[in-house]
């Protein structure tokens, strides 16, 4: 039997969001029909996480691949930096820190962010003020109005987490 005849099955990897698991997920966050966050595969690496990144006032700065981060024309005009010390890339604008991409061994990468929609609309996690009680022990959940998630597992789903603009949200849809 040749290589031709064989076939191979693979998943996409578990990626944690918010404390949350997800499994086979294309796209991780989503605004209105925008993806923020996805997993994407690539021929060279494998699978990889890809982040859009917009500023408030809905200008896409720059678009993360991996561990790597890549300017816009549009952030490119707007005097984003992109810094690298080392083990990790910056991504700064008149001197705030918007994005931090850190390598976390040979293929894995932490993301601190605070991600902007298109639209301006802020989107984060935040664990600030929360009752430690509702926080996992590495500080992280998804917050759902008054909701406080943490430990799921979504397999499967085409889109992880859908925030809309007319306030929707749709988790695992």
């Known amino acids: 039997m040749d ?3 064989k076939l191979g099955f693979v998943s996409s990897p578990n990626v944690e969001y918010a404390g949350n698991y997800f499994q086979n997920v294309p796209i991780i966050l989503q605004y209105d029909e925008t993806p923020l966050i996805e997993v994407m595969q690539t021929v060279t690496i494998g ?3 890809q982040f859009s990144i917009y500023n408030r006032d809905g200008v896409h ?10 300017k816009t024309a549009d952030g490119e005009k707007a005097g984003i930096r992109l810094l690298h010390p080392e083990g990790m890339t910056v991504c700064e604008l008149d001197g705030q820190t918007l994005f931090k991409v850190l390598r976390k061994g ?3 990468v932490c993301i601190d ?8 609309r802020f989107m984060r996690v ?3 003020g929360m009752p ?16 406080r998630m943490w430990g799921n597992q979504f397999v499967g789903c085409r889109i992880g ?3 809309g603009s007319d306030g929707s949200l749709r988790i695992g849809g």
């Open 3 to 5: 290589n031709v005849d």
């Open 47 to 49: 699978w990889t996480a």
């Open 61 to 70: 700065l720059a678009r993360t691949r991996g561990a790597q981060m890549y």
């Open 106 to 108: 040979a293929a894995a």
């Open 113 to 120: 962010a605070e991600l902007y929609a298109p639209d301006g």
């Open 126 to 128: 935040n664990t600030v």
């Open 132 to 147: 430690e009680s509702l926080v996992r022990a590495d500080g992280s959940s998804l917050t759902v109005g008054g909701i």
């Open 161 to 163: 987490v859908r925030v």
